[in-house]
């Protein structure tokens, strides 16, 4: 599909009068008109034309500062701005993440701001027309059907899914407003993105983020990428990777099913079949207990059940390794050698590892990798886990999530009477909002909500097999590209089947485009990350502020005002901002953040306050590129963005943890120890660290989670101030409101979470120690006996969840072929947003699927040829063929960005007018297939079944 | 001194092109001036000997990649350099040489040697020899010509005198007035041209004669003697074919230039500009030959094309085969008028 | 003088297109052109290597060699700019350009091109207004004695711009911290280059 070149007038030109900043060139016609003018008339000089570009303003120039909405590294931005249009984009040399640098998405940020295939104004599908409707409208619409269908059908019929694109603040208001609508069913990306790593890693030593930063990066002497193509998903990491490479010679290791970019930079590029991480993890970890390259006494210090793994190890001799992942034993043996002999060193995965079935085994095994090689907890090493979305870790850390509230305090009554308390509820208040039935999970109330992944089986599922009162009636996609999720056709049928699809967003989206509907479908232009403010949390836990670029475009509203809109007419708006300024009807952001901070004491999201953040901000120039620390100037000391645990209040002054559990420093200049989540004991052996501490702890060994009573044990109790002990009587660390608990723990140097043993043995999962296990959708029966998946569970999430019964079927002999996904530098996620930016778009105009050379001649197919992908389920895509030796015989790769083509059909005049993204084309998720984690219900996209056939 | 002219005019092309061989073999040690493959190694420095050969060739092998969507340029144009080096030290200079050194010879001949009269008084009898259909289609191809062949002139050269000369405004105009002259006449000008070359094709199929006329130079040896010729001499003829040949092969590549909305590669255009430059410059060169002998040069040759008559004794002298045929058909002067009958051909 | 140059270090440039965009960004350039292109050599295969190339603002410019009209001129920077009222879209200059930079609006019919657009290395161009520059040529950056964008944004700092001693300086001292020697110019007979040869190419001045 080629792309025509038409710019659409829009029809509103109210707002700043988009049509000045229109700067897409019109078509080619003018110019040959002034062509055969120029021919004719004397003087015959064809002078320059002029295309509509940018104005040139001689107004003053107001310099914002803001940070890049396209990914985790949070590049900072300069963003220039005259008259309220954003007419200069400027490289922040003095950030300290990029130092101005920008790949290409980064480096286009500027069209955000001029962008005219936006949403424009409040929309509804009538008779499967699109029809302009006011905003008191559309909320008094849509207000009404969620009240009659919450009468109908309890709170639990509303899905409200949520999204890694709101600043912290509004993550933390949308998830205050589910709790406030009275259900537990929202989520957002990070169920799709690293919810097996958050689980995994946490469950291993207590918190689920990246331990070190990208900064860090540039210490370690070997970095492992597995299932994490950082050239194309955070090109700007690679700056810190390449310094690395560079200036310590350190080992770049690819671990890939496709030869990536990043493995085109690497020191060594291993190819493994999708799906088989674990058995690749315990092959090199054979390899290195074989050797004795293991840090013994790291282990007796700070691991717990190494054995245990060691056992399990065992049985993955060379031979069986390479049966399974298709690697041979020297290349296993050199991979672990320079994983041994290049300490510190770490290990960096992004979806090639999560997104499986088997998600929680494989982070959990990369973690249990680095522990033996100990490199948890020092400068250089960890478990660099590169988040996606600009703000996934916030959003998830903000527990805009199913099964937790903010801060990871859970579901269970106290987590509720905590954040009660911090909102300032009568819990029983908050009770009465739920269903009051209990269903197999348990009341909804304390139940997991249905997860992102698997709302559309919420939809179509039997009512009985669903644990709760009935199934999905209305969803929300508050900032959710649906084509990122697989089992489209199914999706598609889900949709069809609700009562109301409301899309929240700042373009329609593929959900707005591909349900098939003619009714019952709204649209409400939200406002971007640029016409807003607020902060927002990098990978490595730093939260950074943004300016407000330029006010919303058309007639958008920020999230948080759209919340507040919707919170008013279905009566709980004074519940929800009742310690939360209103202007008008947008509730003021920095109320927010001291709201939160007020309550998340699990994570350190405590000592943030905005007016911290504000002064980092504004401060960029004065933090070191190298540590992130700040020399000199109004926040000396702090660690750039105060990076979570940030501890106790403000006003403590904290400087923020630059590096998780590493004990090198004093835990109030950043140093941690691993976190005693797990109890004390464990079948009677001690679980807690084993003379091991943190630099000056006058705790000189391990020790549990700090509580009042501890503190009275250790006579430190009388340190507390008095309004602090009449607040702390009672409580934890964790839910002691006034911050005295952590500020007398960390006075004497003592790790408020305690100081324990990473465990290796997580035995509240269906798999203690990880297994290798056969994707439900394997190329290999011959492994399924060996290596089966788990039995099918009648209940998880609320939902009935598949695998035995999906893995029996064998369906190789209809598709033969790997069918794995990822992505492309120039789009992110769904693509919605990118792919309407003219510069974006221009350099990705097709979909396509990279097929190997072998195999495109066994198939008879040439580069740039139209094909058929079917996968296992039976979803079609018609994309290009791009034959290449990036991927293996038997695997071919589709990237994921693409939507606004359904089987083949394009869905282009279902858009908006004038709203249709750039480029459009099939999604590769409509031929992926079931398949959810069994922890934490993460979707299979890394490796299906597919077959391929040229189209005619 | 007639057969002076009808020899030069005979063995111009041959001549000119000895000479530009011979020039380019003196030309050759001072060429590459320029010096791309410094530019390169100054851009992509951190490559290895294996990549940069592949930089260097311009070949790029299979699995290359462009952020342009639809380019099919190579990484490096390796032909640029040899192209720029071809039109701007060998073609330009040595067209210049061939057109100048035409003028000055056609100069130097008349200041010398003067007009061709006719040898015996004019009979006053007229012979048909161009039909009004034959003059419009001469002189719409002879304007086209000259109108192409000065905005052509202009694009090769014109930068050096009129930029300086009138300035910027009055260059712009005058240069994409030329440009699109050149490029939207162009084509009508190959259209004309195959018409007309068809038209004359009988009349210009080569004969024994012929063989005679090149022998005696076109009169020029043997002296006092015109030597026999029909409707064409062998120097039309020559002229016929040139065009045929040189002239449909300008044509061609001109149109290669002319329409890249056909996708053709750099390369193809960049050959096909040499090919053009060099046909036309010498197409130029030869027809300023054509104008002279149509003109200034020969008694009662323009009047032929002017009127479409030529008086009996012209015709006698200049073409004594075609005389004999259709002697019998001369009118007087007064008869002759309206006269559109078209002129027998040779019917052998 | 200063001799302004661009050097893309292949051994970095990671094939982001961050430097496309950055020069859409600074210059709105239309759909279609792109001033600055990466390019990639075996594609997927060990070997892989990218490479972002653009104006090269040659010493001897073969465009402005080969231009009809003479629109091109170089600044006192070294800079090769040209006059887009004189260009004729002739294509005289894409023939002879040994990088492909300049590019056309269009590819029609009687050899209607449109004007040539290529790489200014944002330094805009000659026009009477600060407004008639950036809608003919873009942004001028060197006048506000910024660098172009393109580098100033790469994302790994492959992307060099400057003046060429001192981006020879930078990239002589990153040879020297690689210590292997693909790590240089592998010069022209295929060794690696002494360290002496290293800034040579890009100090030479005409």
Known sequence: ?952 | ?348 | MAQMKFMCDAERCIECNGCVTACKNANDVEWGIQRRRVVTLNDGEPGEVSISVACMHCDDAPCMAVCPTDCFYKTDDGIVLHDKDLCIGCGYCLYACPFGAPQFPKQNAFGERGKMDKCTFCAGGPANSKEEEYQKYGANRIAEGKLPLCAEMCSTKALLAGDAQTVADIFRQRVVQRGHEDGAWSSLEGRPATADELAYDATRQQ
């Open chain 2, 1 to 348: 001194m007639n057969l002076l002219t009808e020899w030069l005019h005979t063995w111009r092309v041959p001549l000119l092109a000895l000479l530009v061989l011979l020039s380019l073999g003196m030309a050759g040690p001072v060429l590459a001036q320029a010096d791309p493959e410094g530019e390169i190694a100054t851009a992509v420095p951190a490559t290895d000997a294996d990549t940069w050969r592949q930089v260097r060739s311009g070949e790029t092998g299979p699995n290359y990649r462009d952020s342009r969507f639809d380019s099919n340029y190579n990484l490096i144009n390796a032909s640029g350099e040899t192209w720029r080096q071809i039109r701007n030290r060998w073609v330009s200079p040595f067209g210049l040489i061939a057109i100048c050194g035409m003028l000055a010879m056609i100069v130097l001949f008349y200041l010398i040697v003067g007009r061709k009269h006719l040898d015996e008084p004019r009979t006053g009898r007229k012979l048909l020899r161009w039909t009004a259909l034959e003059r419009s289609l001469h002189w719409s191809v002879a304007t086209l010509f000259i109108i192409l062949a000065l905005t052509g002139l202009n694009l090769l050269y014109g930068k050096f005198l009129f930029k300086t000369l009138f300035g910027d405004a009055f260059w712009a105009g005058m240069i994409s007035g030329s440009k699109m002259l050149h490029n939207y006449l162009g084509p009508l000008f190959g259209v004309l041209l195959v018409i007309i070359l068809a038209k004359f094709l009988v009349r210009n199929l080569p004969s024994k004669h012929d063989w005679t006329w090149f022998k005696q130079g076109g009169g020029l040896i043997g002296k006092g003697r015109h030597p026999d010729a029909g409707f064409a001499n062998g120097g039309e003829k020559v002229w016929y074919w040139l065009l045929a040949t040189a002239g449909l092969v300008v044509i061609a590549s001109g149109l290669v230039l002319d329409f890249p909305n056909y996708g053709q590669s750099r390369d193809a255009m960049q050959w096909a500009n040499i090919v053009h430059a060099v046909g036309a410059l010498g197409l130029t060169a030869v027809a300023l030959g054509h104008i002279y002998i149509g003109t200034l040069g020969t008694e009662g040759s323009l009047e032929g094309m002017a009127t479409g008559y030529v008086d009996e004794t012209w015709a006698k002298e200049h073409h004594n085969l075609w005389y004999e045929e259709v002697k019998h058909q001369a009118a007087d002067a007064d008869e002759t008028l309206g006269e559109e009958s078209t002129p027998p051909q040779r019917s052998s």
């Open chain 1, 1 to 952: 599909m080629r792309l025509t070149r038409k710019t659409d007038t829009p029809k509103s030109t109210s707002g700043l009068g988009i049509s000045r900043r229109q700067f897409l060139k019109r078509s080619g016609a003018a110019t040959g008109g002034l062509a055969a003018a120029g021919f004719m008339s004397a003087p015959m000089m064809q002078r320059a034309e002029s295309a509509e570009k940018t104005p040139v303003l001689d107004a003053p120039v107001e310099t914002k500062r803001t940070i890049c909405s396209h990914c985790s590294v949070g590049c900072g931005v300069y963003a220039e701005v005259q008259e309220g249009i954003w007419t200069r984009q400027e490289p922040a040399f003095d950030h300290p993440f990029n130092r101005g640098a920008h790949c290409a998405k980064g480096a286009s940020l500027r069209q955000h701001g001029h962008s005219s295939r936006r949403l424009k104004y409040p929309m509804k599908l009538v008779d499967g027309e699109w029809q302009r409707m006011s905003w008191d409208e559309a909320i008094e619409e849509i207000g009404n059907k969620v009240l009659e269908l919450t009468g109908q059908h309890g709170p639990d019929s509303i899905y409200w899914l949520g999204s890694a694109k709101f600043n912290n603040e509004q993550a933390y208001l949308m998830r205050k407003f589910a709790a406030l609508a009275g259900t537990n069913n929202t989520d957002h990306q990070a169920r799709i993105c690293h919810s097996t790593t958050v689980a995994g890693v946490a469950n291993t030593w207590g918190y689920g983020a990246m331990t070190n930063s990208l900064n860090d990066l540039q210490n370690s002497k070997s970095i492992m990428f597995i299932g994490s193509n950082p050239t194309e998903a955070h090109p700007v990491a690679m700056q810190h990777i390449l310094l690395a490479k560079e200036r310590s010679q350190a080992q770049i290791i690819v671990v890939d099913p496709r030869f990536t970019r990043t493995a085109a930079k690497a020191d060594s590029y291993i190819r493994i079949r999708p799906g088989s991480d674990v058995a690749f993890i315990w092959g090199l970890l054979w390899h290195i207990f074989e050797n004795g390259w293991e840090d013994r006494e790291y282990i007796r210090q700070r691991v717990y059940a190494m054995d245990e793994v060691r056992t399990e190890v065992a049985n993955f001799t060379p031979a069986v390794v390479e049966n399974i992942t298709g690697v041979p034993e020297a290349a296993m043996r050199d991979t672990a050698r320079r994983l041994a002999e290049n300490r510190p060193g770490c290990v960096v995965w992004c979806m090639g590892g999560t997104q499986h079935t088997t998600g929680n085994n494989n982070t959990r095994a990369y973690c249990i990798l680095e522990l033996a090689l100990g490199n948890i907890g020092v400068s250089g090493g960890g478990a660099n886990i590169f988040r996606g979305h600009d703000n996934v870790q916030g959003a998830t850390d903000l527990g805009l999530m199913s099964h937790s509230l903010p801060g990871y305090y859970g579901l269970a009554e106290g987590a509720w009477r905590h954040w009660a308390r911090i909102w300032d509820l009568d819990y029983e208040w908050l009770e009465s909002r739920f269903d009051q039935t209990e269903y197999a999970d348990g009341k909804p109330m304390f139940s997991n909500g249905i997860t992102v992944s698997r709302w559309v089986d919420g939809v179509l599922e039997d009512e009985e097999a669903i644990s709760q009162r009935t199934q999905l009636k209305a969803m929300f996609y508050w900032g959710h590209a649906v084509n990122s999720q697989t089992r489209g056709p199914e999706m598609q049928k889900a949709m069809q089947q609700l009562e109301m699809m409301v899309i929240v967003d700042p373009y329609p989206t593929v959900a707005g485009v591909m349900h098939d509907r003619r009714d019952g479908v709204y649209l409400l232009p939200a406002a971007t990350q640029f016409e807003t403010y607020g902060s927002v949390t990098a990978t490595n836990r730093s939260l950074q502020w943004r300016d407000k670029v330029i006010e919303p475009l058309f007639e958008s509203k920020p999230d948080h005002e759209i919340m507040y809109l919707l919170a008013r007419k279905l009566g709980f708006a004074d519940e929800l901002c009742k310690h939360i300024e209103v202007n008008g009807t947008e509730p003021l952001i920095e109320d927010i953040t001291r709201e939160l901070n007020r309550g998340m004491w699990t994570v350190g999201y405590t000592g943030q306050s905005p007016e911290r953040l504000k002064t980092h901000q504004q401060n960029w120039h004065t933090f070191d590129f190298h540590t992130t620390r700040a020399e000199g100037g109004p926040a000396d000391g702090d660690y750039y963005g105060l990076p979570w645990p940030c501890w106790g209040t403000a006003e403590m002054g904290h400087p923020g943890t630059p590096i998780l559990y590493d004990t090198s420093k004093r835990v109030s200049e950043g140093g941690l120890t691993f976190r005693a989540r797990f109890g004390i004991e464990r079948n009677g052996e001690n679980i807690l660290a084993d003379g091991v501490f943190s630099r000056d702890s006058e705790l000189e060994d391990g020790y549990p989670e700090f509580t009042a009573d501890m503190l009275k044990d250790l006579g430190w109790w009388d340190e507390l101030t008095e309004e602090e002990k009449r607040e702390a009587e009672g409580k934890n660390w964790k839910t002691d409101l006034s911050g005295g608990i952590q500020r007398v723990a960390i006075a004497h140097e003592c790790a408020p979470f305690g100081n324990a043993k990473a465990r290796c043995n997580v035995w509240t999962f269906p798999d203690p120690i990880p297994k290798h296990r056969e994707p439900l959708y394997t190329s290999r029966r011959d492994l399924v006996a060996d290596y089966p998946t788990w039995d099918d569970v009648a209940s998880h999430y609320r939902l009935p969840t598949l695998y035995r019964s999906i893995q029996e079927k064998d369906v190789t002999g209809d598709y033969p072929i790997i069918l794995t996904s990822g992505r492309l530098v120039e789009y992110e996620g769904g693509g919605e947003e990118t792919r309407s930016m003219s510069w974006l778009a221009e350099l990705q105009q097709e979909m396509f699927v990279e097929i190997n050379p072998a195999l495109a001649n066994d198939l008879g197919i040439a580069e740039g040829d139209d094909v058929w992908v079917e996968g296992a389920e039976g979803g079609r895509v018609r994309v290009k063929a791009l034959v290449t030796p990036r991927v293996a015989r038997e695997v071919v790769f589709m990237p994921f960005h693409f939507g606004g083509m359904f089987q083949g059909e394009s869905l282009h005049d279902r858009y908006p007018e004038g709203s249709a993204p750039y480029v459009l084309g099939e999604a590769a998720n409509t031929a992926t297939t079931y398949g959810y984690d069994s922890v934490t219900q993460m979707q299979e996209t890394k490796c299906t079944l597919c077959r391929i056939e040229k189209a005619s």
